[in-house]
């Protein structure tokens, strides 16, 4: 049984999934990381939470997946802050291996009617610290140090003049 917070997603590899080599694409795993990231960042603000994808911090594949294979994939929030979401996803170590095919981090947003961040409807309570979720949540203390790209956008000017 899966601890409360935490999402656990299966999805076979079809072909319409995989590329030239016969594998998982990557487009595909993104939507495989993201669906999956979307349903534990929902499940935990609630069902009146207005969630937008904000980043995708981090997405490590180390493996590739041959179509017909089985995947689970496993999402919890691990950060929380006044109107952000922070889901780490994991795909859990394949037959006869011992790590992670894939990992990642993506931010989710809660937004208003006009489309800005607004506080999270409700309190959101994050994954408790566990050896599956201590490498990306020390990932994502390192990626926090590296602040957004927003602010550089402010003074660019994207005319070419």
């Known amino acids: 049984m899966q601890p409360s917070g935490e999402i656990v997603s299966h999805r076979l590899v079809l072909p319409a999934d995989a590329n030239h080599h016969g594998t998982l694409y990557a487009g595909s795993l993104l939507r495989y990381a993201l669906e999956a990231a979307y349903a534990a960042a929902s499940r935990g603000a609630g069902p009146a939470a207005n969630l937008v994808l904000r980043r995708v911090l981090s997405v490590e594949c180390r493996q590739g997946v041959p179509v017909g294979r089985l995947v689970e994939l496993r999402a919890a929030v691990i950060e929380v802050r006044q109107c952000y979401l922070a ?6 170590p ?6 992670p ?20 409807p409700m309190a959101v309570v994050p994954v408790p610290a ?3 979720w201590q ?3 020390d990932r994502l203390e390192r990626l926090g140090r590296i602040r957004g790209a927003t602010t550089a956008w402010l003074g660019a000017t994207l005319d070419g003049g």
């Open 87 to 92: 889901v780490a996803v994991v795909g859990m």
């Open 135 to 137: 490498p990306l949540m």
């Open 101 to 120: 095919w894939m990992d990642g981090l993506m931010g989710f947003v809660q937004i208003g009617p006009d489309g800005l961040p607004v506080p999270l």
């Open 130 to 132: 566990d050896p599956l």
């Open 94 to 99: 394949l037959e006869g291996q011992v790590v």
